[in-house]
């Protein structure tokens, strides 16, 4: 998107959401801007229905773990706040040729919960199971919020960046139970980045 048509969007938004607007960053040509859990439904809405912003298409919806995140700039902080976990869309208006990223921060970080914008774009429905499943994002509001990659008897959330990379548990066929059952992990934790050793001094110029 065009600087000048970036300026228009973020003006835009700007006076319609006000104090809504947590914050806003421009890069790459992209527009993000940053609302509250409590403002976000409102929010949603007014994207969706105002005939300035028309966003009619919810994209994609994924959750993120900030977890450790390093030190960010003065904006990056302005957005994030200091909170773990967040929701965030991508939202797409056909009327004006828009496209808009939003992060809606859970406020909790033991337990985050966001609203459902399913109400607004159905489409949500299966995005919203998928950052439940992986993030452990609870979206209240949600018709049928269950599991929708991992079984549905999977203990926690693998998408955190506290899960540990080979899991905690693996599952297997039992012949004498003839069933599936769970048992702790067999693979021991490796490294698989190699590890290139080069002499010293290796390529050098003489």
Not at 62 to 82: K, P, V
Not at 106 to 131: K, L, M, Q, T, Y
Request: proline letters at 4%; aromatic letters at 10%; a negative charge.
């Amino acid at each position: 998107m065009s600087s000048s048509r970036l300026e228009t969007l973020s003006f835009c938004l700007q006076n319609l959401l006000a104090a809504k607007l947590v914050s806003s960053s421009e890069r790459l040509g992209e527009l993000t801007i940053a609302v509250s859990s409590a403002d976000a439904l409102g929010v949603m809405e007014t994207l969706r229905d105002h005939i300035d912003l028309r966003f009619e298409i919810l994209i994609d919806l994924c959750g993120m773990d900030y977890s450790t995140y390093g030190m960010e700039s003065a904006s990056g902080n302005g957005l994030r706040g200091g909170k773990r976990f967040a929701a965030v869309y991508h939202l797409l208006s056909i009327s004006h040729n828009h496209r808009l990223r939003i992060k809606v921060f859970a406020d909790d970080d033991e337990f985050p919960v966001v609203d459902s914008v399913i109400g607004i774009w159905p489409s949500a429905n299966w995005f919203e199971r998928e950052a439940f499943d992986l993030y452990g994002i609870v979206f209240t509001g949600h018709p049928d919020l269950r599991r929708i990659l991992t079984d549905y008897g999977f203990i926690g959330s693998p998408f955190r960046k506290d899960f540990p990379l080979s899991g905690n548990v693996e599952m297997r066929y039992d012949p004498d139970q003839q069933r599936v059952i769970y048992q702790p992990v067999s693979i021991e934790p490796r490294q698989i980045t190699p590890r290139v050793i080069r002499e010293e001094h290796y390529g050098d110029s003489e």
